[in-house]
């Protein structure tokens, strides 16, 4: 557990306001790693119906379910990886409409881990939660949209994690924090290399863990268009994940 987690949390640089691809050659590699992304599947996609095909007639059920599983496997990869792009796109061409509403901080906690805990408990990753402010405290925000990036963060930090992943909520000033800290069983060298969906060894390790690529950029993204940020720190192998998000709208 994090002892002082508001004063830990402003050792870290804060994120600026700048969208998620600002330069030709950001958007160049972000749109070669989504080809590769799709080419991938979509081969083993074209082999595995040629199997199963071969198989129509032979007698072997065993070998048409396995097949069939692993079609529907890639196909759900390829749908939840188009919708992401999808959103995202969304998001970043500033097509996303906010909502917003009064939130309290424990609803939007337990809908956010109730969206992650049958995977976490099928990793073997327990969840818990600590509040250092009033569980009632309300926010005056998007609740989809902060619900989506507090989901998009713990899906990550159980994919970090080894068997645990703790989360501390507080109030600090005029935002509200929410911590996520997987335990020490994993942790991350380049804490950017959480938001560079493709390219690098992290992001191909969170999807070898059943975790989405995109979850984290998707989680800064939503917390920008909100006003806060999502930020990633390593410090001593144990990785952190931070979502602010400002208790009144921008400007109120």
Known sequence: MIADPTAEQDEMPRHDDRPAFETVEEW??????????????????????????????????????????????????????????????????????????????????????????????????????????????????DAGHLEDALTALLETAVALADREVSMRVAVSGSEAVFTLQPDAGCGVDDPEALFDPFASPVSRSLKQQGARPLAPLLARELARILGGDARVATAGGRTRCVLRIPLQAPGA
Do not use: C
């Open 28 to 141: 160049s590699r972000f749109l070669s790693g989504l080809v590769h992304e799709l080419k991938t599947p979509l081969a083993s996609l074209g082999m595995i119906t040629e199997l199963l095909d071969k198989e129509t007639g032979n007698g072997s059920e065993e070998k048409r379910k396995r097949y069939t599983d692993q079609l529907a496997t890639l196909t759900r990869e390829i749908q939840t990886l188009v919708q992401d792009v999808g959103f995202l796109a969304r998001l970043v061409g500033g097509r996303m409409r906010v909502a917003r509403s009064a939130v309290a901080l424990g609803d939007a906690v337990e809908s956010s881990a109730e969206a992650v805990r049958a995977r976490a408990w099928g990793h073997g990753v327990s969840l818990s939660a600590t509040f250092d402010a009033d569980p009632a405290t309300v926010l005056d925000t």
